[in-house]
C-alpha cells in the first residue's frame, strides 16, 4: 500500500506489528525535486503504544493482515468488555485497560462498532464517528441575559461529561464526536 494510499482508519504492517493510522499529515514542497512527506501517527494494537511513521510519496508499507468485524456489547464486568460478532456470533473479550478511552462511548444500543481482529484475537474496537448518548444528568437552563453561546457540563449515560449549550435538558439524547468527545446537536 503506498503512502498515498493509507488513510484514516488504515492497517498497516509497521516494524513487525499492526499499526492503526489514527492520524495523516501530508507535507508538499516548496523545492522543485523535493519529495512530499507522508507522516502518520497511528496506535500499534499489540502494544497499544503512539506510533510515527513518516513516509516519502513513493514509500509504502504493507497492509496488516487484520479484520474488523460488526460487533455489540453484551456485557461489561470489572476487568473486560465481552461483544458479540453480529455475522457469526463469536465471542470477544477485550481488557478494559486496552480501551478505557473507547469504553466511555459504547452502550448496548450502539450500533457501527467494528472489533479489530488480528491472528483470531480481539485487540480493540473502532466506534463510528459519532454516537447517541442520553443525558443523565446537568443543571437547568436559565433563558435569557445572553448574547453569547454558553454551554454547561452535562453527565452522560456512560458517565462522560460533555460540554453541551444551555438550553439542554435531562433525558435528552445527544450526538457526541467520538475523536474529540464535543457536542454536534441533539438526536
Known sequence: MQAKEIKNGSVVNYNGSPVLIES???QTPSARGAATLYKFRGRN??????????????ESLEAADFGKRGVKLMYVDATDMHLLDQTD?????????????????????LEGMLALI????????????????????CDPGVKGDSATKRTKPAT????????????????ERIKVDTRTGDFISRA
Open 24 to 26: 495523516v499529515n501530508v
Open 45 to 58: 494494537l499489540v502494544t497499544k503504544q503512539k506510533t510515527d511513521i513518516t513516509l516519502k510519496g513513493g
Open 89 to 109: 456470533f463469536n465471542q470477544y473479550t477485550v481488557p478494559l485497560a486496552d480501551i478505557e478511552n473507547e469504553a466511555r462511548y459504547i452502550t448496548e444500543e
Open 118 to 137: 488480528y491472528n483470531d484475537e480481539c485487540v480493540g474496537v473502532q466506534l463510528p464517528t459519532t454516537v447517541e448518548l442520553l443525558v443523565t444528568q
Open 156 to 171: 452522560v449515560e456512560t458517565g462522560l461529561i460533555v460540554q453541551v449549550p444551555e438550553y439542554l435538558t435531562e433525558g
